[in-house]
């Protein structure tokens, strides 16, 4: 009963059982009521000669010689009337072929102008009884009763019974083992995607399922598992290359501060010397905290754990706070950073979560703008406005750009594009991109990054602008 195949040719049996059982009693009960009733033409015949006898005389109290002659030709009979309202037998057919105790019994069959007909007695002696109420010419009631002996009637039924007991278990186990061969056929393809699938583990989820030809319930049950293995073999190795960057990436600071700490205590400094290793460290410790609270959001919202609001938020506020913060020089360069922002946009999120949206992508644009080759003067621009029902906010800086071949692995955790979008050591851990796209997600909206013809790269994003400014599109 542990295999699907043999519970399969089970239910098959019974439900087959059941169906041949319902079957035969169906053909059995319509032979046999056949068979009966081809004598009942007779009987109805016989009882209307028996009538025509009976009216000879005024009443049947007496039959005259001549009158029992008649019946007596006609068949085994028993005729029954009242005499002071008590019924009694004042005719009997002299052959009745032992048939006359199972007339007798009947004798208070129907009344007034009922009729009908009965079958009586143990099978292989069954009679067939035709039952008829009649009124002499006196108006003494009376009944005629009519038999005829079914003769072979009984011995087709007990071999139609034999033949129904005999063959329907033959047949339903047949059909069982049948049945039990087809399910092991068709679920022969199951059992081998099951051994194949057992084979792959985590180091070989580059193999794939043999897909069937049929385009069947199995061969969808193949592809969807071949589907799910494709997207475990991206997932381990999102997590591989995850867990290593996140290593290199956190390895990079320790080893530096490592590296102070050991020269610090190689000999005895001064008071100022001592001073600049403990920046150096703290700097570190700064890089590494920044990376840590990156990965713990990243982590959060892989992990569905960071729940978002849904409020109305100024868009074109929160980019010119951010602006405002973020202005003046960066990393030594005169960087020229402003907000355009021609009317209110109002959009439905998390005003904490959008503010490190705009953050991000500010901070990055600030990180590559400017290029001596083409653009001496730095410059970023945030633009926030709104068309066809969503807030559109724009980043773009005159930067070098982004290779073409890598802008689609721009919001990848720890990617960086190359070094001419790395200044020194200040690039960054490659997380506030990926930060960025998370938040856009969250909020229902898409994230797009192109790089400018003039130079530089575009980031836009568009979000859903909330219920109530749903108005007449702003330029």
Partial sequence: MGTLRLRLALWHACVLSVILAVFAGLIYGVVRDQL?????????????????ILSQEPDCETLTDDQRKQLDRLGPLVLVHEVGGERRTFFKSSDRRNMGAALESRRQAPRGDDQGFETLGPEAESVRVFSQAYKARSGRPGIIQVAQDLGDVPLPLASLRWALLLMSPIA?????????????????????VTRLAREIEAGSLNRRLPSPRTHDEIGGLVTTLNQMIARLEAAFEAMRRFTADASHELRG?????????????????????YRQALLSVGQDVDRLQAITADLLVLARADAGRSPLENAPVRLDVVASEVVEMLGGPTEGRQVDLHVVAPAAVTVSGDERW???????????????????????????????????????????????????DKISHIFERFYRADSARTRGDHGGAGLGLSIAAWIVSAHGGEI?????????????????LAESTHGPERA
């Fill in 36 to 52: 009966i009733r081809h004598h009942d033409s007779h009987l109805i015949e016989t009882a209307r000669s028996v009538s025509q």
């Fill in 253 to 273: 600071p320790l080893t530096t501060m490592r590296g102070a700490v050991d020269v610090t205590l190689s000999q005895p400094r001064q008071a100022d010397e």
């Fill in 448 to 464: 797009q990054v192109q790089n400018r013809v003039e130079g530089g790269c575009l980031f836009t994003i568009r979000l859903r």
């Fill in 172 to 192: 339903v186990a047949l059909a069982g083992l049948g049945g039990y061969g087809l399910a092991r056929n068709a679920l022969a393809p199951v059992a081998e």
């Fill in 354 to 404: 959008l503010r490190q949206l705009v953050f991000n992508l500010v901070h990055n644009a600030l990180k590559f703008a400017g290029d001596e080759a083409r653009h001496p003067h730095a410059e970023v621009v945030v633009r926030v406005n709104s068309e066809r029902g969503h807030a559109v906010l724009s980043v773009s800086d005159n930067g070098p750009g982004i290779p073409e």
